[in-house]
Structure formats: structure tokens, C-alpha cells
């Protein structure tokens, strides 16, 4: 839904498709009646319901995904299709999204020192991280993909901390993820764990809004956060130095700052309630 062109086109275009441990979801699929029409689908899993549970397919392989691709390779003929490899190149471009997000992440990567585990909470804030971050691992990004939920990433950015203290862990989450599990800010106190905080402000559930916007004609219910919480007031309460970014250069600012302090941080940078995440690929058109 949010991917690339390159990889959409990849997908709708393919003679193959080895679907590894996969569920097929609706945000990876679209309509199921014209995913992939043209193509053969193998989906491996361990978990037989898992076959055929939200898309029908040419072949299923129940079994551990490292004993069947072991048994799959030997059999696999070697072949290159170079110019198929440079269309999608050609393709793999950055989606541009709104300057606002656009400096965002500018200011993110630049202050990055490629010692950074980036964790992520759910919403429009995951998919800009996907899209934008140059994550230089891939034990370097750690997010819940769609199996995870509002509030994950506090605990995931706990456990990356605890598990590689030598590394920095920064957390980019919206304000409704962080109000599902701000109560463990004292883990990270009582433990004197540092982690930096960037925290997306729009006052309300960004990406349920923005489906609201698209698909419901602009009828909104639930997804305004109203109630003014002082952030500010909460970091401090727990020992955290609070930073407010309103441009790149701010932001690049605090996150220098909070890497060089010896307790946690929280960026706050404000954003307008109506930022979208763009490129949306839905039903087979973008």
C-alpha cells in the first residue's frame, strides 16, 4: 500500500511469486482478486492455516522456511534478467511527501552516526520511517510491520537498548502511540536505560484520520486527540531533557544535543493534522 513503484511493479508483473512466511494482509495485497493475476504463487509457512487463509494460491509448502529453502535451491537454475533489473531501478526513486516530513527525515539522517538502532510505534510516523530512513542494517530497524500495535515501540526501544547498550536507540513514534504506553518511561528511569524520543505531534490517529479523509469523504469520528497533555511536564517528571524542533536545523540541533546527554531525551516536532503519507498504492492503482 505504501511501497515503492519498483516494488509494486515487481510484484504485478513477476512470472514467480515465493511467498516466505507471509499472511497476505490487506495492506500488502489490496484487492485480492487482481493481485497478481499474471503470475504462480508458492507460499511457504510453517502454519497450515495460514494457507490460503486471505488469498488463494498455485502451490503451498508446509514446513520450516530453512529446511525448504535448503531443499529449493539445489534445484534452481541459475539466470540473470538484466534489463527487467534495470527498469525497476529505474523505478526504485524516493516518493516525495510533503516538505514538512520531507525536512523531518532530511535532519534525522544527517544527524545519524551509523551506530543507531531506529524502533518505531504504528501509524503514519512507521511508514514515513520506512520510506525515508537510511538504516544502515537490518538489525538497525526495529518495527512491528502490521503484527505489532499502537504503544510496541517504547518496549521495543527497551529491549534494543538492553540488548546492545553500547549502540544509541532512537524511538519515532506519534502522539497516540506514545499515550498507549508513556507509563514506561520509569522502566527506562528505574533501569537508567538512555533512550532519545522524537515524538510526532498532530493531535489526533494519523493514518486512521488520513483513511477517514480518502475513503469516508472527510467524515472524521474518534481519531481527534483532544486534551491539552504538557509533554514537557511529563518528560520532566521522569528526568528527560525536552527539545522542540520546528525545522531541519532545530531538530539536528536536539538530536546532537540528546546524543551527547546522559539521560533520555523527547524531541517534540509538531505537525499539521492533515499530513498524509504518500505514495498510496491501493486496488492495482497509485
Not at 467524515?219 to 527539545?243: C, H, M, N, P, W
Not at 539536528?252 to 551527547?260: F, P, Q, S
Amino acid at each position: 500500500m505504501h511501497g515503492s513503484r519498483a516494488a509494486n511493479e515487481a510484484i504485478s508483473k513477476c512470472d514467480l511469486i515465493l511467498a516466505i512466511g507471509v499472511r497476505f494482509s490487506d495492506r500488502v495485497v489490496g484487492n485480492p482478486k487482481t493481485f497478481c493475476i499474471q503470475g504462480k504463487m508458492v507460499h511457504i509457512d510453517l502454519d497450515p492455516t495460514e494457507h490460503e487463509k486471505n488469498l488463494r494460491v498455485d502451490m503451498t509448502i508446509e514446513g520450516d522456511i530453512k529446511t525448504v529453502l535448503s531443499d529449493l535451491l539445489p534445484l534452481i537454475e541459475e539466470s540473470c534478467h538484466k534489463n527487467w533489473i534495470e527498469e525497476l531501478k529505474w523505478m526504485e526513486k524516493d516518493f516525495p511527501q510533503s516538505k514538512q516530513v520531507e525536512w523531518i527525515y532530511d535532519a534525522i539522517n544527517e544527524a545519524d552516526d551509523r551506530n543507531t538502532i531506529y524502533c518505531t510505534d504504528v501509524g503514519q510516523h512507521q511508514m514515513w520511517s520506512a520510506q525515508k530512513l537510511k538504516v544502515h542494517s537490518s538489525r538497525d530497524w526495529i518495527s512491528s510491520g502490521g503484527l505489532g500495535t499502537m504503544g510496541f515501540g517504547l518496549g521495543a526501544a527497551i529491549g534494543a537498548k538492553v540488548g546492545r547498550s553500547e549502540s544509541r536507540v532512537v524511538l519515532i513514534t506519534g502522539d497516540g502511540s506514545f499515550r498507549m504506553n508513556m507509563a514506561e518511561l520509569s522502566t527506562l528511569m528505574d533501569y537508567k536505560l538512555k533512550v532519545d524520543i522524537i515524538l510526532f505531534d498532530n493531535r489526533a490517529l494519523g493514518m486512521v484520520r488520513q483513511w477517514q479523509a480518502l475513503f469516508q469523504d472527510h467524515v472524521y469520528s474518534e481519531t481527534e486527540i483532544k486534551g491539552g497533555l504538557d509533554f514537557d511536564l511529563l518528560a520532566g517528571a521522569f528526568g528527560f531533557k525536552t527539545f522542540h524542533a520546528k525545522d531541519g536545523e532545530t531538530l539536528k540541533k536536539a538530536l546532537v544535543e540528546g546524543k551527547n546527554n546522559e539521560k533520555s531525551t523527547l524531541t517534540i516536532v509538531a505537525l499539521t493534522q492533515d499530513e498524509q503519507v504518500l505514495q498510496l498504492f491501493l486496488l492495482g492503482k497509485d
